[in-house]
C-alpha cells in the first residue's frame, strides 16, 4: 500500500492504495465517484474513460501509480450542473437508451472538441471509434458532437 496525493475534478484526494490499483477502483471504490463505469476492463470499450490533464484516457488499465501531479477530471467533474456542451447537446439528441457507456462517450467526445474544435465527421468517427454502445446510437452521438461544436 501506498499513499497518493491525486487531485480530482479540481479537489486534492488522498488515498492508501497498492500502486498498481487502477484508476477507475480508485474512483468507484475509495472516493465513491461512480459517474466512471467499468465495462470491459481491457481498455477497449471506452466506459471507464476520464481526463488525464485533458487527455481522454481509459482508467481501468490506468495505474494510481502513473498518475503522478497530474490532474483527473470525471464526469462528474465535466460540469457541476450539467450544463458543458457536450452534456447538453446530449440531452438536445436524446442519445442515451441504456446510458451506460455514456459517460465514457460524453469524455471522449468533450476531449475531442478541446483539442479539435471543429470535426469533421470521419475525424469524429475515427475519435470515437473506440468507444462501444451496445445500443447502436453512434448516429445520434455524431450528431450531438456536431451541434456542441457549433454551440
Not at 83 to 103: K, M, N
Amino acid at each position: 500500500m501506498a499513499i497518493f496525493n491525486l487531485t480530482i475534478n479540481g479537489k486534492k484526494q488522498q488515498v492508501d492504495v497498492d500502486p498498481s490499483t487502477p484508476v477507475l477502483w480508485v474512483l468507484r471504490d475509495h472516493l465513491n465517484l461512480a459517474g466512471t463505469k467499468y465495462g470491459c476492463g481491457i481498455a477497449q470499450c471506452g466506459a471507464c474513460t476520464i481526463h488525464l490533464e485533458g487527455v481522454a484516457m481509459r482508467s481501468c488499465m490506468l495505474p494510481v501509480s502513473l498518475v503522478g501531479n497530474q490532474s483527473i477530471t470525471t464526469i462528474e467533474g465535466l460540469s457541476e450542473d450539467g450544463s458543458h456542451p457536450v452534456q447538453q447537446a446530449w440531452l438536445e439528441h436524446d442519445v442515451a437508451q441504456c446510458g451506460y457507456c455514456q459517460a465514457g462517450q460524453i469524455m471522449n467526445a468533450a476531449a475531442l472538441l478541446k483539442a479539435n474544435p471543429n470535426p469533421s465527421d470521419a475525424e469524429i468517427e475515427a475519435a470515437m471509434s473506440g468507444n462501444i454502445c451496445r445500443c447502436g446510437t453512434y448516429t445520434r452521438i455524431r450528431a450531438a458532437i456536431k451541434t456542441a461544436a457549433a454551440g
